[in-house]
């Protein structure tokens, strides 16, 4: 018995259970392994991969007019997607900052009186706040872009909000967590000469977070460009949008274009976000 209870360990006993919950939610769900060796499902899987080697370069309808139109309309989904992801990190990153300084804990000690009634009303409030950013984040962008695109219709401001929501939560939360571990002396030096809180905030911490709060915010980019293509599947004129149009229709050489004009797009970003994190890095030790 004790032998089997080391053998299994706290990370095999993980496993184990982990594959135990997903053959009971196969049983569950009525997961039928046989639904995916039908004929024209593999036929139709062949075809898709095989058009992979050969992403088209105009469209697959031959229709004359619309010669030569193909490689403009995916740098025209490339730009909006761009548009899309930026405007959304853009508004994300207001409401991070904000979401950081009310969701801190320095911010709301800094705040609070001596007396206890005035302490526990501070933390309680900045629990409510956290609860708050857990909310949002925990609600997917595409959650809130049905939600925004039935009260605002298909609107870019829909699609935009959609997206900024869980990723302000998200920066707020990371933001708040570099307030409360960022050095002190120069936050409690102001504060002790009569700063407020927000100038405590923009001028004491805000300088020393830099680093990390740009590094951070640029991987939130990248996930935001493919949120922004994700979003073109309910109409945004990005990616998505261009995608599902031919999916629909089985134009698979034209779907790999799109798919590998998205791989380019975060291919690149990645490699100038790593760049900069990695000077930023380099500048900050130095």
């Known amino acids: 018995m004790n032998r089997a209870a080391h053998w299994l ?3 095999r006993s993980a496993l184990l259970g982990i594959l135990l919950a997903g053959m009971i939610g ?24 095989k058009a992979a080697l050969r992403p088209a370069l105009a469209y697959e309808d031959p229709n004359p007019a619309s010669d030569g139109v193909f490689l403009s309309e995916i740098g025209f989904a490339i730009y909006k997607t ?9 508004l994300s990153l207001i409401g991070g900052l904000v979401f950081g300084l009310i969701g801190s804990t320095r911010a709301w000690l800094a705040l609070a009186s001596p007396a206890k009634p005035f302490r526990v ?3 309680s409030s900045m629990f409510l706040v956290r609860l708050v950013m857990t909310i949002l984040r925990s609600v997917h962008e595409i959650i809130w872009a049905i939600l925004f695109l039935q009260a605002l219709g298909n609107l870019p401001l829909a699609a935009v909000i959609a997206i900024a929501i869980p990723y302000s939560a998200t920066l707020g939360k990371v933001f708040s967590e570099l307030i409360d ?3 002190r002396a120069t936050a ?11 100038q405590v905030y923009v001028f004491g911490l805000l300088p020393t977070m830099l680093p990390d709060l740009f590094a951070y915010l640029l991987y939130r980019f990248e996930c935001g460009l493919r949120s922004a293509a994700v979003l073109g599947f309910f109409g945004a004129p990005t990616l998505g949008y261009y995608l599902s149009l031919s999916w629909g229709e089985r134009h698979f050489h034209e779907v790999w274009a799109y798919l590998y004009a998205l791989l380019a797009i975060i291919v690149v970003c990645d490699l100038w976000s790593g760049a ?11």
């Open 276 to 286: 900069v994190r990695q000077r930023l890095t380099t500048h900050h030790a130095a």
């Open 82 to 90: 761009l548009l899309y992801a930026a405007a959304a990190i853009g």
């Open 181 to 183: 571990e960022a050095p």
């Open 26 to 49: 196969a049983w569950l769900i009525q997961l039928d392994p046989a639904q995916l060796f039908g004929r024209a499902q593999w036929h139709q899987l062949g075809e898709f991969f």
């Open 9 to 11: 360990g706290p990370r």
């Open 121 to 123: 009303l501070s933390m």
């Open 188 to 198: 409690e030096g102001l504060r002790a000469n009569g700063a407020s809180v927000l």
